[in-house]
């Protein structure tokens, strides 16, 4: 355990694992652990005393971290991930935006915010073109359809106004459940919130303390109001359509003034941003709220009590035209930052550390999350109107079918699909013969002498260093995604003037109408089988920790970040994870140790983020090991308005540059910090940065070491904390620590 204070040369390793959900054991290395604080969820773990080697290297005590949990840690959560996977990605996307200022940062934070709108508002709709269009309007009358249905049939001879006003409680209850779900968390983690310490809210270093903040509290609510408004307007539309009446037009005019006023309320950035409470911002978006859902009842009273007769219709009256204009807003919102990501990349093009998606993750990542959304909303339609449908109705006139909106997003998911696919296999056989010569000189400069029996081990190396390299280039098709997308989603006005794509593509490219249904339903399966995927993912990813590995990445890249834009996504597990691990930090300086943090991959993030929030006193008695860091290759180049080089300088001048980063070839993810150093190429310069990155040659041999009869095996991504060289990193900085100054060090 911890000894008193006075032992100021005792030195705590403090290690934090990545996205592997490793156990305690395996990131301590050793086979008995016991947990010394927190919880099962998140909790500090030490080697159980009694055993021998309990201690590291340098004679450094031995601390573990394991959050895996935290993000998925329960089935329920792990699901959600699943089913608010857009919500998270756009969620995402305003983090990534180009690291504008002043009227130019918050029209794009406008355009992350409004786009993130339009996804709830788009999720209230596939709810209403589910129980309303497909089954109230479309299933009801239809005697085809109820047959065999005695779930449906006993409303079959009920007036329409009534059997809307009856299902319009599904698309409210589905509401209803992601409002319960984006409250949760405040109760959840209300107990790990510190005060905040920082003086900008959109800064790394808040991370931890803004998803507690009153901001998302306030976007919660515009957003239910918002997303009832959408449900009582799209209603309204249905009556007004059938036959006005005085009282529909008056609640209609409402309805829209309410969803007029979230939409310039969030764009509002000043007001909605103020970390503090702020009456009037907070009545505001609770009135907005309170309002939005008031109406909701009077509306459906005022369409059950009107006795005007309804116009039979191929669909519900105006939904079609929602549907289509949401769309059609989506696009233009992705238009307008793309245009202004591909400026920002003009204006910084010669700045140094540039890549292929610097300033363009914004616009990438939020063309996925609303392509993403839209192809599940019509897939979801599709699939329930084909079930109802049966293809056993007596004529075409009884068919139900989705609205022509959504058979477009189902045609322009399966271009994408195929144009990703396509541009995926172009960008990996046109860069092989790069990145083969590349990896062939790294293994000829690190192997020089390697016998002729080794060939076939140093093809294995250069060919895992080639895929490694291959990271980088993954950037060019998820651009090629995103652009193909945004280009396809205008095709929703097609829908809104009743053109159905097999007749355009027929017309336009001579393809027969039968193969762009065939298109269709392969495109309907492609999009199951994407949420299948992700469902099972997701549960594995619950059971499976070696699973977890792989599909882990995304979890904790999207929950990482605090809820910014979408109120409904998965909640930041860095609420808890940061101010924890603060406290610990903090309680083990107060003892008189000094604390050498150690993060692989994920848990380097979390580190530097802990570190820019610790006072200066606490922050000269810290170093920092990390290992697979993220922090550059990846992190610096999809977050540039938050991670960049001066946030990593002041992480190294906080910590007296008492820093050291492993990284490997071999490594897909991890990379160095801020110089390559490799061979021939050490700094010229007595910059302290460059000091910080060490290359580790992996693998380190490749012909069998003496007594054994396989070659040293290629570690890659791998944690590797029993590498020599790594326990020599930790001596390292452990000295470092023991000879510090008496006198706290770094700047504040």
């Avoid at 005792?10 to 592997?20: A, K, M, Q, Y």
């Avoid at 363009?360 to 599709?382: N, R």
């Avoid at 190294?652 to 993810?669: A, F, Q």
């Avoid at 910090?673 to 010229?684: E, L, T």
Wanted: overall charge positive.
């Amino acid at each position: 355990m911890t000894s008193g204070p006075g032992t100021s040369d005792d030195v705590v390793e403090l290690r934090v694992h990545g996205v592997s959900g490793a156990g305690a054991e395996q990131i301590l290395d050793r086979p008995h652990s016991h947990q010394v604080a927190g919880d099962r969820n998140g909790g500090f773990y030490r080697p159980r005393p009694g055993y021998p080697d309990t201690q590291g290297p340098s004679g450094v005590t031995m601390e573990a971290y394991r959050w895996s949990d935290l993000p998925s840690g329960t089935i329920s959560r792990t699901l959600s991930l699943v089913f608010l996977l857009p919500f998270m990605l756009c969620n995402v996307a305003i983090w990534m935006r180009p690291p504008y200022r002043g009227t130019a940062g918050a029209g794009l934070k406008a355009v992350c915010r409004l786009l993130a709108l339009t996804l709830t508002m788009l999720y209230v709709l596939a709810a209403m073109g589910v129980s309303l269009d497909l089954i109230a309007w479309r299933c009801l009358p239809n005697p085809h359809c109820l047959a065999g249905r005695p779930y449906l049939s006993w409303l079959g001879d009920r007036p329409t106004g009534l059997t809307l006003a009856v299902f319009a409680l599904l698309p409210a209850a589905a509401l209803g459940l992601l409002w319960r779900l984006a409250a949760r968390p405040a109760h959840n983690f209300a107990a790990f919130r510190t005060p905040t310490t920082t003086s900008g809210a959109h800064q790394l270093s808040a991370v931890g303390q803004w998803d507690g903040a009153p901001t998302v509290s306030r976007l919660c609510a515009l957003h239910v109001a918002a997303g009832f408004a959408t449900l009582s307007l799209g209603l309204l539309i249905a009556r007004i359509v059938s036959g006005p009446s005085t009282v529909s037009v008056a609640l209609a005019a409402f309805a829209a003034l309410v969803l007029i006023a979230c939409t310039a309320l969030l764009c509002a950035h000043p007001l909605i941003d103020t970390p503090a409470p702020h009456p009037l911002v907070d009545r505001l978006a609770g009135g907005l709220r309170s309002t939005a859902v008031a109406l909701t009842p009077l509306v459906l009273a005022a369409v059950t009590l009107d006795p005007t007769p309804w116009r039979v219709r191929d669909g519900l009256p105006g939904y079609a035209m929602l549907v289509g204009l949401i769309i059609l807003v989506q696009a233009v919102l992705l238009v307008v930052l793309g245009t202004v990501a591909l400026a920002s990349r003009s204006r910084r093009r010669t700045g140094t550390g540039t890549g292929s998606l610097r300033g363009l993750g914004a616009p990438v990542i939020a063309a996925a999350a609303t392509g993403l959304a839209v192809a599940i909303s019509a897939d979801l339609v599709y699939k329930v109107a084909d079930l109802l449908n049966r293809r056993a109705a007596a004529d075409s006139e009884s068919e139900i079918g989705p609205p022509l909106g959504y058979k477009w997003a189902i045609f322009v998911f399966l271009v994408a699909a195929a144009c990703t696919l396509a541009a995926a296999v172009v960008v990996t056989l046109a860069t092989r013969p790069g990145r083969i010569r590349i990896a062939r000189a790294i293994v000829a400069r690190d192997h020089p002498d390697a016998p002729p029996q080794a060939q076939y081990r140093l093809r294995q190396v250069e060919r895992m260093i080639a895929r490694a390299r291959l990271t980088e280039r993954v950037e060019v098709v998820a651009v090629v995604y995103g652009c193909v997308v945004g280009a396809g989603m205008p095709t929703s006005l097609l829908g809104m003037l009743r053109l159905a794509p097999p007749t355009v593509v027929e017309r336009l490219t001579g393809i027969p109408a039968a193969a762009t249904v065939f298109g269709l339903q392969v495109g309907s399966l492609l999009i199951s089988a994407v949420v299948l995927a992700l469902l099972v993912g997701g549960i594995f990813a619950y059971r499976t920790a070696a699973f977890r590995r792989h599909v882990g990445i995304l979890w904790d890249l999207g929950t990482f970040w605090p809820r910014a834009a979408h109120p409904f996504a998965p909640p930041c597990y860095a609420e808890r994870a940061v101010p924890e691990l603060s406290r610990r930090i903090v309680h083990l300086t107060e003892q008189g140790h000094g604390v050498l943090l150690t993060g692989h991959s994920h848990g380097s993030v979390l580190l530097a983020a802990t570190v820019l929030q610790l006072p200066p006193e606490v922050c000269g008695r810290l170093a920092l090991l990390t290992y697979g860091s993220p922090l550059r290759r990846l992190y610096a180049r999809l977050f540039p308005a938050f991670i960049d080089e001066k946030v990593l300088r002041e992480v190294g001048e906080r910590v007296n540059w008492r820093w050291l980063n492993l990284w490997r070839d071999t490594d897909p993810i991890g990379g160095w910090v801020f110089s390559p150093h490799r061979a021939g190429r050490r700094p010229a310069t007595p910059d302290p940065a460059l000091t910080v990155d060490r290359r580790l040659r992996d693998p380190w041999d490749v012909v069998p070491p003496p007594g054994d009869s396989v070659p040293p095996e290629i570690v890659g991504h791998w944690p590797g904390e029993s590498d020599p060289r790594f326990e020599a990193a930790v001596a390292d900085l452990a000295g470092r620590l023991r000879d510090r100054p008496p006198e706290p060090g770094g700047p504040g």
